[in-house]
């Protein structure tokens, strides 16, 4: 591979790419003197120059009204060796998204379960969100004492979300004496509560059943992990599920007729 090949691969523009040659091939030139080794027009030679002066690449000096131009040292070049590596995790972390999206749409189109898993605090807020695409009432069963220790600020975030955009909530919760004070200080707004039988325990853990799909949550200190599952058969189980807790549980919240200070994982 050339010298011009190995540049224009490291994210040299051709016209760039050869004013850095000549330059540092010949040393020190003004621009009529690489004017006479190039087939480049004066304007594009200006415009290479201002590029590589820019990322320092090349110097200049002036003298009188002439300016003349020479490279700096090409270990310079090095620099554009990191910027590749981060460019290359970059397009990784990017194509692996691609790539679990585009593996739930295949799934889906070939009557398979779609499933995308989302890990760390970016990816538990996107998984969050897509809640909010629903077109009916999103039905939810949470720990609510481990939301309020683990995500409490991004909750709330949503919740205000949500509610702007009129989506109606059914919410199953952990029967317990800090939950019970807790929702009875919620609004209920767009959201209606009911705590779970008391026989079921804590379990760190929130589910969302929307839009033919189930979210699932963990909240844990050391980790915050969504999935995804996309199947019209999963959902409706779940959905069947939930009803049939929320009908088994008698004890409904009912909040004041306020918005209230604070918020419900997703409620």
């Known amino acids: 591979m050339t010298t011009h ?3 224009l691969s490291a994210g040299f523009d051709p016209s760039d790419a050869e004013i850095y040659q000549i330059l540092a091939e010949n040393g020190e030139c003004s621009v009529p003197k690489i004017q006479e080794k190039t087939t480049l027009s004066r ?20 003298e009188g009204r002439n300016a003349y131009y020479k490279p700096n040292h090409p270990s310079r070049l090095f620099g554009l060796v990191e910027e590749k590596k981060q460019e ?3 397009f990784a972390q ?17 009557k398979k379960p779609g499933v995308r898993f989302f890990e760390g605090e970016d990816g538990y807020e996107q998984a969050l969100y897509d809640t909010l695409n629903t077109t009916d009432t999103l039905y939810t069963i949470v720990d609510l004492e481990a939301v309020q220790k ?5 909750n709330k975030e949503y919740v205000e979300d949500r ?34 039988p008391k026989n079921i325990k804590s379990f760190n853990t929130a589910m ?45 919240i009912t909040p004041p007729d306020t918005d209230g200070g604070s918020t419900v994982f997703n409620g």
């Open 43 to 62: 304007a594009s030679i200006y415009d290479s120059l201002a590029t590589l002066l820019a990322k320092d690449f090349i110097d200049y000096r002036k």
């Open 150 to 154: 683990y995500a409490d600020k991004i």
């Open 5 to 7: 090949e190995i540049l």
């Open 88 to 90: 290359t995790a970059v």
């Open 208 to 252: 969302q059943i929307y839009n033919n799909k189930i979210a699932y949550f963990t909240l844990r200190e050391d980790s915050k992990v969504a999935v995804i599952i996309e199947d019209p058969d999963i959902y409706n189980m779940q959905k069947n599920i939930f009803e049939g807790l929320w009908n088994l549980s008698k004890d409904k």
């Open 163 to 196: 509610r702007k955009k009129g989506i109606n909530k059914q919410i199953l919760v952990v029967n317990t004496p800090a939950n019970q004070e807790y929702l009875k200080k919620q609004g209920k707004k767009l959201t209606d509560s009911r705590l779970l």
């Open 94 to 110: 990017e194509m692996q998204e691609a790539i679990k999206q585009l593996t739930g749409a295949y799934n889906l189109a070939e």
